[in-house]
């Protein structure tokens, strides 16, 4: 009985394993892709702060609604 519970526990594991590298693999070919597009967006975006500082020297602050597209959690995952 033993045996085949050492046995049965086996084959989950491994399957837990494929199921989650899988899954790795789609994240990361996924921020691949996001990161070319997060790169223009970014650098759209440090201009527009760096042009509204050079247009008010005198702010303290800057807010900005930045239109990001895509999964957050992928998107903020290191």
Request: with cysteine; aromatic share 8%.
């Amino acid at each position: 009985m033993r045996d085949r519970l050492t046995a049965l526990r086996k084959v989950l594991d491994k399957e837990t394993k494929e199921k989650e590298a899988a899954a790795n693999k789609t994240v990361r070919d996924v921020r691949v892709l996001l990161l070319m597009y997060a790169n223009r967006f970014c650098i759209q975006a440090v201009e527009a702060v760096v042009a509204f500082f050079h247009k008010n020297p005198q702010a303290e602050a800057y807010f900005a609604i930045i239109d990001v597209e895509g999964n957050a959690k992928v998107i903020g995952t290191p």
